[in-house]
C-alpha cells in the first residue's frame, strides 16, 4: 500500500512536453525530496498519483539530483501533454 505523497505539485516549478517525453522541474524543496526519493527507490516504480488515480509509474534508474526529472516511456505526443498538464494542475 502507498504511503503519503512525498511530493505535490507545490514542489513542481514546470513540467512541459517534447514529443514523447515530459520535462519535470522542481522548486528547490522539490529538488532535494526528489533526490531524496530516488536515492532511497532506484530500480523501483514510482507512482504519479492525481486525485486517487495512478497517471504513471515510471522506474527510477539512477539517483537524480539536477533539481529535475524527464519521465519517457510509451507515450504518444498527446499523452505527454496531457501528463504534462496534470503534473503542474492544468
Known sequence: MP?????????????????EVVDVG?????????????SR?????????????????PTVVEVSTGGGVQITGRFTPAEAEELAARITGG
Open 3 to 19: 504511503g503519503p505523497a512525498e511530493l505535490t505539485r507545490e514542489h513542481v516549478e514546470r513540467a512541459e512536453a517534447s514529443g
Open 41 to 57: 527507490h532506484v530500480g523501483c516504480q514510482v507512482a504519479l498519483v492525481f486525485n486517487t488515480t495512478v497517471v504513471a509509474a
Open 26 to 38: 522542481f522548486t528547490i524543496p522539490g529538488g532535494v525530496r526528489w533526490a531524496d526519493l530516488t
